[in-house]
């Protein structure tokens, strides 16, 4: 059993919206519900709408409506719904005996505010709720890969796209007799996912300088012989899964130091990945990945940042995250002093960046095991787009 994996906890939030919600009630509302759980218990309480839904679905011990509860007459007095929900919620748990809960991070002020004033006291416990979502169960691991096969698809589809692409005498890629640009390919990616079931929101392609910034989603006409990074984190629409994977490619004769920039975060991935394993600490990894990449001649925010002055160059971000129902969740694979488990799915994806060459980033996706990682990403890792 996961330490404080039956403590007294409290989540008011609206499951398609909130991973702790969803993760421990299994049933997804567009509006919030009230989730405690008490005693190893979970009660799950919903308005009329959601609650003959909420009992064939919901993975919870009782399913309440909110007229139990009495929402809609503390609304009345109250004049205000949030505070409603928190006072239900407080009634509910002191009935159980229950004054103390543990609650996410993210929970609400009013409802946090309303709670306290009415004698329940909130233990912020950010960790126990990420704690709770890292050991992937067979079944998360199937889903998560169910949404890796559709980004490893559309990443298929992006890639002939390319190699279709020819070259204009000013070196922009045309496809079908029109420039081939970062929003018409993203567009052909996130399209392609949406044939498979998944949803995507920020999908990168980033050319040429614009791939030196590692979030710039990209934009305008690419280019022979340039870096252009395709980074597609997409969420499966029915699993709420999502799942993660960075390629980066040069359509044509790529110049010899953006080779040795692919080169060395290839290197830099593959030691990654042979660290990875249950017990091991994320900050040593991404200390490996950064030792690598310093020693091949690029700055590292381990080894070279000044205090209160960030990176814009080499590499400066973490070497992973963890992924399942949000795209970045624990554990981290960084500075961060976090052991990893068995179970966690997490990213490998170090990347090294020039501000007048572009950038080079690689990603995988992997399941901690107790002996080591088995990679989700079968995607090959080629620079050159011939």
């Known amino acids: 059993m996961e330490p404080g994996s039956e403590s007294d906890l409290l989540v008011i939030a609206a499951p398609e919206h909130d991973a702790a919600a969803y993760h421990l009630t299994g049933f997804l ?4 519900v009230i989730l405690f759980r008490t005693g190893g218990r979970k009660h799950l309480a919903v308005s009329a709408m959601e609650y003959p839904r909420a009992l064939k679905q919901a993975r919870v011990d009782e399913v309440l409506s909110f007229d139990e509860l009495g929402v809609e007459e503390l609304a009345r007095e109250l004049r205000d719904g949030h505070r409603a929900y928190a006072a239900a919620a407080a009634r509910a748990l002191l009935e159980r005996g229950v004054n103390e809960v543990a609650v996410p991070p993210g929970l609400g002020v009013a409802y946090a505010d309303e709670l306290r004033a009415r004698g329940v006291r909130l233990s912020p416990a950010g960790s126990l709720f990420a704690r709770l979502r890292r050991r992937k169960t067979g079944e998360e691991i199937s889903r998560i890969e169910r949404t890796q096969r559709a980004v490893e698809e559309a990443c298929r589809h992006a ?22 640009t970062s929003e018409l390919l993203r567009s052909e990616i996130d399209v392609e996912l949406l044939r498979r079931g998944c949803a995507a929101e920020g999908t990168i392609v980033a050319g040429g ?15 022979a012989g340039q870096t252009i990074i395709v980074d597609v984190f997409p969420r499966d629409q029915s699993t709420r899964y999502y799942a993660d994977m960075t390629r980066t490619f040069v359509k044509g004769e790529p110049a010899g130091e953006l080779v040795r920039m692919h080169e060395a975060v290839l290197e830099a991935q593959r030691s990654a990945l042979s660290m990875i ?3 091991v600490n994320g900050r040593d990894v991404h200390r490996k990945v950064s030792e690598i990449l310093h020693e091949a001649g690029y700055k590292t925010a381990l080894h070279d940042r000044q205090e209160g002055r960030p990176l814009t160059e080499g590499f400066m971000h973490g070497t992973g995250h963890g992924v399942g129902l949000e795209i970045h969740e624990a554990p981290r694979i960084s500075t961060a002093d976090q052991e990893l488990l068995a179970g966690d799915v997490v990213t490998v994806e170090p990347g090294v960046y020039d501000p007048e ?7 995988d996706l992997v399941v901690v095991t107790e002996r080591g990682c088995r990679n989700l990403t079968r995607f090959p890792k080629e620079l050159v787009v011939p």
């Open 29 to 32: 509302a567009p509006d919030p």
């Open 159 to 180: 890639l002939g796209i390319l190699r279709e692409a020819t070259v204009g005498d000013d070196g922009t890629l045309v496809w079908r007799s029109e420039p081939l």
């Open 209 to 223: 300088k614009q791939a030196a910034d590692p979030h710039e989603r990209g934009s305008g006409p690419l280019h």
């Open 277 to 279: 394993r249950a017990g």
């Open 357 to 363: 060459l572009g950038g080079v980033r690689i990603e």
